[in-house]
């Protein structure tokens, strides 16, 4: 019985992460379709990457194959994830 609370426990903690996570990745695609361009980084990015228009990184991206695409999809997701984590980690920390 302990396990099955446990395992809910834990899927309520992975729905409130995928929603802070969601919330932030909605924020950051509304901002960059907005303007028309990709968010700047913290310096992350290539200078010739960081000031393409968004149509033309779209096309760039279109030549890679599908399983590439979905792969720095789910590397993406990872980063943002474990960003977000660690923000949280900091800020309880500080408070």
Known sequence: MEEIENIDEDEASDVGNDCVFLEA???DLLES????KLPQGKGNLDSELG???WQ???ELIRG???SDRLFFVDAI???IREEISSAKVANSIKN
């Open 33 to 36: 379709l907005q303007s028309g």
């Open 51 to 53: 000031g393409l228009p």
């Open 25 to 27: 990745l909605r924020n």
């Open 64 to 66: 890679f194959s599908i």
């Open 56 to 58: 033309e990184l779209v």
């Open 77 to 79: 997701n990872k980063s």
